[in-house]
């Protein structure tokens, strides 16, 4: 075999955990393990580093919340442990930590040669052939702090342009949202657990998942 097959396959077994090319972030840490995290690298120097806006941006995504979402609870509370000084980016990298507060491996142990159906377990094992079985490890939803400490940041300095992204819950199965996104109040998805801006239509979605949940389907 080449070696440029070689290190082709190499890279394949390799998972991806950057993101972006100029604002450039890699994640790091599992679901159940001490500790989550994102090192931001390519963030402009002396950008002012609002602490309390990024704590806002995590609580907004963390679980236990409500009936419908993750009832585990965790604080998400940040540490910053590089490329801030005196509350402005230096230019080096920002590295942010997040403490796993309600890490429950032993909850998992029966999963240790099982696949659970509509996760990631499957998939990521025959993409990289090993995985971590405890919580999804890598593939699972609590990852995604870190990319919201990472978008926080990148919101500041967005920010210092004018320039705004919102987002919200259009659909949850056969329940959607019908209005154009110019005619609605965005603000409003703040007041539901569906992070939809419309109340009725929320009300519709919360009333689904509450259902299924019911069923034993999570």
Known sequence: MHA???????FAKMAGNSFGQTFRITTFGESHGPAIGVVIDGCPSSLPIDLDFIQTELDRRKPGQSSIASQRKESDKFEILSGVYKGKSTGAPIAILIRNEDAKPADYAHLIDTFRPSHADYTYFKKYGNRDPIGGG??????????????????????????????YTSAIGEVKLREEYKKLDLQQRWENAARCPDEKTAERMIKLVEKIRKSGDS
Do not use: D, H, P
């Open 4 to 10: 440029t097959s070689l290190r082709f396959i190499t």
């Open 138 to 167: 890598r593939s699972s939803a609590r990852e995604t702090a870190c990319r919201v400490a990472a978008g926080a940041v990148a919101k500041l300095f967005l920010n210092q342009k004018n320039i705004v992204i919102s987002a």
